[in-house]
């Protein structure tokens, strides 16, 4: 396990090396001065540039400009905004825990629903059950993502009444700040009205996290499908089966430990997928998450906000990555790899 | 007395054309406390006919008997679910490729432990999880793994193929099985570790008065420890009768050749030369030839081979062949 972690770590820190250099050439590769870029100092006089341009090395080799720039994203310097001229470090901070929140809530119900009804489909191959689930796969897939949101809003909200479309929470409920995961700070708050913010928030947060779910659900419903197929057909299943056990007892002792395994493996790499549907569900729903200010910060060719949401962003993705990853491995043991020779 | 009795057993890939005949007409008849050897060529059947008798083979196969009985009991009038209850009640298996056969994420312990028949625990239900435990290092030790402790807590990966074996072995013999089927035990061990297995086996065999079925492609390996031995080719039953006459005078030209192939058969033949072998190899499933499917490799074939031959029996020695080398001992 320790080999394993020290494995994980060097990989988080050559890719974090990776996705600092290209945030940094990005604010080459953007139209405009590089130094404005980077600072998002667009008001600035010829002289307040030149102090920028000093305060970055400009006038220094490459290497040590990303140095320094490295510098400055520990220092929690991340430049300002060139549009509202607020902080980037401060405005990201703000909106990622939104994000957090919807995209994790996603993923939760895109796993517990995916994933039990591949592995039904599964057991009931080449019956109707599987057939069935299979083409709902196929079309809950296609269905393009804004359409959807649209599509539910105007049921759920509009005609039927049932659940709120915009936003993050009621504005009547006024929570302090702490952890910024707003479940969190709800829990946390002594507000009197504790119990109906919760519910508030949670009303607030079915739909979009169902519709940024429903794609990836089917993912997982077809990877969980082919991985319990697989699994039912290895040799340790016939043993099991000769060894005298009942179906049910196959399925539940052995099939879906070792079916689950492979499809952990595969969660870190749809979570991206879903990063990106998350980031179209927030304008549609009007969540104050980092993907709709980044859409913004994209329409107002704001470059320093979309480099500093871009790395914030990916961060949190290989963030997620590592920990599925981390998951896979306390559920496998081969994955560990400790030899260990009785006898 | 029979306990398990095989009449033309006959297993079909189910394809999207035509069905293959991958097994075609095997008898097996298996005597209480017999170990008999069923050998053949890699590729002959031997897999998928260990695996139609406990009944582990899936949908895309499908399965034909004469006649299928043990201890009695007409096991094709039974529905397959009951089938399997009555079978693996007594028959138990060793699969080829012991690894593979064991859960990847599931500790030894616990798999041995799950082998373990319910109807041999007396205690409640308290008492059950312990006495599991208990029964399972009892399994271990009866295999001959002293160290039981460390060997329930690893996982398949952790322990070496032998071990894999052993355990294989200790799980089948969780639920006293009066047949215990081993399907190649010993293939890609050491000699060491393949002797070890087939000393534990038939010890098994004369302390608990167990038959075995030992499954082999080699038929020198087994001979040394089998009473009666069946061959096969090509999923086509070829000669089965007692070992002696197996070896020493075999009917069929192909367990002919299987023995003039062994080098402990051939120790008068000077060093250095070559073995007798069949030219060609075993036709693949998709490409049988009809008849016997021996002739295209067969030194006797004659016109009359393009009819299957039918099993002939001269006092309990069956061959299935029509010009056997009966007349020539
Ligand atoms: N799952 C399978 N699908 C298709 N063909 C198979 C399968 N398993 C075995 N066979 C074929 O059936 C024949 C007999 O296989 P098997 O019983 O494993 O032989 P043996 O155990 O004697 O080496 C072989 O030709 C093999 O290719
Ligand atoms: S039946 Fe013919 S082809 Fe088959 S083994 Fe006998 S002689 Fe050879
Ligand atoms: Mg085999």
């Known amino acids: 396990m320790l080999i394993f972690t020290l494995r994980r770590l060097n990989l988080f820190l050559f890719t974090m090396l990776i996705l600092s250099i290209l945030s940094f050439s990005l604010s080459f590769l953007f139209p405009g001065e590089q130094i404005i870029n980077i600072s998002g100092q667009i008001n600035a006089t010829p002289e307040g540039i030149e102090l920028v341009a000093l305060e970055y090395g400009k006038h220094e080799s490459l290497i040590t400009q990303y140095w320094i720039y490295l510098n400055q994203l520990f220092e929690g310097n991340w430049g300002v905004s060139m549009t509202s001229q607020l902080p980037i470090y401060g405005e990201i901070l703000n909106h990622l825990p939104a994000t957090i929140e919807l995209t994790m809530t996603a993923l939760f119900i895109a796993m517990v629903t995916g994933i039990p009804i591949g592995f039904i489909a599964a057991i009931n191959h080449r019956k109707k059950a599987d057939d069935f689930i299979l083409s709902f796969a196929m079309i809950g897939y296609s269905i393009p993502i804004f359409w959807l949101g649209l599509l539910t809003i105007l049921i759920f909200s509009i005609q039927l009444g049932w659940l709120p479309s915009a936003g993050q929470i009621s504005l009547l409920y006024e929570i302090k700040q702490v952890t910024g995961i707003q479940f969190i700070d709800i829990l946390l708050s002594d507000s009197p009205y504790k119990w109906q913010a919760f519910q508030n928030a949670s009303s607030h947060i079915i739909l979009p996290s169902c519709v940024v779910a429903l794609a990836p659900a089917t993912i997982f419903i077809r990877l969980a499908r082919t991985s319990m197929l697989n699994v039912l057909d290895t040799h340790y299943i016939k043993a099991a089966m000769a060894k005298g056990l009942t179906f049910q007892q196959i399925i539940y002792r052995h099939a879906i430990r070792n079916a689950l395994v492979n499809v952990i493996r595969d969660v870190g790499l749809q979570f991206a997928n879903l990063v990106t549907l998350a980031m179209v569900t927030e304008v549609i729903f009007s969540w104050p998450g980092i993907g709709r200010w980044l859409i913004e910060s994209i329409y107002q060719r704001d470059y320093t906000a979309i480099q500093g949401g871009l790395l914030a962003l990916s961060c949190f993705i290989f963030l997620v990555h590592i920990l599925t990853d981390f998951i896979y491995a306390t559920l496998n043991p081969l994955a560990r790899e400790t030899h260990r020779g009785p006898q | ?329």
């Open chain 2, 1 to 329: 007395m029979n306990i398990l009795d095989i009449r033309n057993l006959s297993i079909k890939l189910l394809t999207s054309t035509t069905p293959i005949l991958a097994v075609d007409r095997v008898s097996l008849a298996m005597k209480e406390g017999e170990v008999r050897g069923l050998v053949g060529e890699s590729g002959s059947g031997k897999s998928l006919l260990a695996q139609a008798i406990v009944g582990v083979l899936d949908d895309k196969w499908q399965v034909d008997a004469d006649r299928f009985h043990w201890r009695g009991i007409d096991l094709m009038r039974l529905s397959v679910d009951e089938r399997k209850k009555v079978i693996s009640k007594d028959v138990a298996m060793i699969f080829q490729e012991p690894m593979a056969c064991l859960d990847p994420t599931t500790t030894i312990g616990a798999q041995l432990e799950e082998a373990v028949d319910d109807e041999q625990l007396t205690g409640y239900f308290w008492q059950r999880k312990q006495q599991r435990k208990l029964a399972a290092a009892n399994l271990l030790h009866k295999v001959g793994i002293k160290h039981h402790e460390v060997c329930t807590k690893s996982y398949p990966h952790q322990l070496t193929e032998a071990l894999c074996q052993r355990v294989m072995i200790a799980m089948a013999l969780a639920k006293r099985p009066i047949l215990l089927i081993a399907d190649e035990p010993t293939a890609a061990m050491e000699s060491t570790n393949q002797n070890q297995i087939f000393r534990l086996l038939a010890s098994l065999n004369q302390l608990k008065n167990m038959s075995i079925l030992l499954i082999s492609h080699d038929l020198e390996n087994v001979t040394h420890w089998t009473n009666t031995i069946t061959v096969m080719y090509s999923g086509q039953f070829v000669e089965a009768g007692t070992t002696q006459h197996i070896f020493n005078k075999p009917y069929h030209p192909y367990t002919r050749a299987l023995v003039d192939s062994s080098p402990k058969a051939n120790m008068q033949i000077p060093m250095k030369s070559r073995l007798m072998t069949l030219p060609g190899s075993i036709p693949i499933l998709q490409h049988l030839p009809i008849g016997c499917r021996l002739g295209p490799r067969c030194p006797k074939a004659q016109k009359a081979c393009v009819q299957a031959p039918k099993v002939k029996n001269y006092h309990g020695h069956q061959v299935s062949c029509h010009y056997s080398l009966k007349g020539s001992y």
